[in-house]
């Protein structure tokens, strides 16, 4: 059983940045689709982006295109976003998710799920 664990969340002024890191317990990432969500309060999880098996594909949404950045590190068993010129409206609570057949946008599908970690960005 895959336990996902999210860290690096907090405060942060827009325009900023943030790292935030899923560490992965009970089995290795490495054959997994690994993906990022988030919520914000009264929201669904929104798809943020997802990044394959082998690391080479990577998929964003359109709200954080060329501002996020998916990585995977095989030796360490973490997936991390890289948030950069953050905005308000990033402000939400951060998931990791893993499925081993496929990335999908639909957070419900994906077997592994985190807890999330809060990222809040003042005005």
């Known amino acids: 059983q895959v336990q996902l664990v999210e860290s690096g969340g907090g405060l942060v002024q827009a325009g900023g940045s943030l790292r935030l890191s899923c560490a992965a317990s009970?089995?290795?990432?490495?054959?997994?689709?690994l993906a990022w969500f988030r919520q914000a309060p009264g929201k669904e999880h929104e798809f943020v982006g997802a990044?394959?098996?082998?690391?080479?594909?990577?998929y964003y949404a359109s709200s954080v295109k060329g501002r996020f950045t998916i990585s995977r590190e095989y030796t360490e068993n973490t997936v991390n976003l890289q948030m950069n010129s953050l905005k308000p409206e990033d402000t939400a609570v951060y998931y990791c998710?893993?499925?081993?057949?496929?990335?999908?946008?639909?957070?419900?599908?994906?077997?592994?799920r985190g807890r999330g970690t809060q990222v809040t960005v003042s005005s």
């Open positions: 009970g089995g290795s990432l490495r054959s997994y689709f």
């Open positions: 990044i394959g098996w082998m690391g080479g594909s990577t």
């Open positions: 998710a893993a499925d081993a057949r496929r990335a999908t946008t639909v957070w419900v599908e994906y077997e592994y």
